[in-house]
């Protein structure tokens, strides 16, 4: 039957799989949220009614305090993370941003959970607008410490690529190891990037405005469906 080779198709096991996962229901929430921002701004400037922007301005508000509900807690893992990393033996640069990236991020995750306690009315607070800003400042230091780590490990692979034999057997085997490291590299840095305007826009670090964010969060939270959609394969 039609309806037996729909429900027992390995894609549709690998989608159960993928949702159950929780980074996989937040890069799915956060594709959601950050195309509602665009697509609502893309409303506002082509003069569309205000109806018709109010859902979509409802799912970007909606989603993100879920998101932050689901983020409650990371802080832990993140500062495990960071201790690990500092443990680590390796290329001192990479080992440094790791732990720097960690940190940040275990600082910017223990102010997200306090912000959303207030923007959940469960606790309110009343410095909620720096609570809210110091989040933002310790996202983009720990964005920035991937940025740099990026960077520093594509020179790293052209350095190994200009070393290799290609007309080796095994130089062969090892530049086609390389080309999917920086393939890899190449991916998560443009995440990254993308995922700098926000903060940027946010702090007013830079004047960018929600059809940039909204497009460029969409984009970065796309190859975080796609990336963990492989790892769920």
């Given at each position: 039957m039609v309806a037996d080779a729909v429900i027992y198709h390995p894609t549709v096991a690998h989608y159960l799989r993928f949702v159950a996962t929780t980074v996989g229901c937040d890069k799915i929430l956060r594709t959601l949220q950050?195309?509602?921002r665009f697509y609502s701004w893309y409303l506002f400037r082509t003069n569309a009614t205000a109806s018709s922007?109010?859902?979509?301005?409802?799912?970007k508000k909606q989603f993100l305090l879920t998101r932050k509900?689901?983020?409650?807690?990371?802080n832990v893992e993140h500062l495990k993370a960071a201790a690990v990393a500092a443990d680590s033996k390796g290329d001192a640069v990479l080992k440094y941003c790791a732990v720097g990236r960690q940190l940040a991020f275990a600082?910017?995750?223990?102010?997200?959970?306090?912000?959303?306690?207030?923007?959940a009315g469960i606790r309110k607070s009343a410095n909620a607008k720096r609570v809210h800003k110091e989040a933002l400042r310790f996202w983009f230091v720990g964005i920035t410490f991937n940025v740099v780590a990026g960077l520093y490990a594509l020179w790293q692979l052209r350095q190994k690529e200009q070393r290799i034999d290609k007309k080796d057997g095994e130089g062969v085997v090892?530049?086609?190891?390389?080309?999917?490291?920086?393939?890899?590299?190449n991916i998560q840095l443009i995440s990254d990037l993308c995922d700098m305007t926000i903060p940027l826009s946010a702090l007013e670090y830079a004047?960018?405005?929600?059809?940039?964010?909204?497009?460029?969060?969409?984009?970065?939270?796309?190859?975080?469906?796609?990336s963990q959609w492989k790892k769920t394969a």
């Open positions: 950050y195309f509602s922007i109010v859902p979509f301005d409802a799912i509900l689901m983020r409650v807690g990371k600082v910017y995750f223990s102010f997200d959970t306090v912000d959303y306690l207030h923007a090892e530049s086609k190891k390389l080309t999917k490291e920086r393939t890899a590299t004047n960018l405005d929600d059809g940039i964010v909204g497009l460029a969060g969409t984009v970065s939270s796309l190859l975080g469906v796609w």
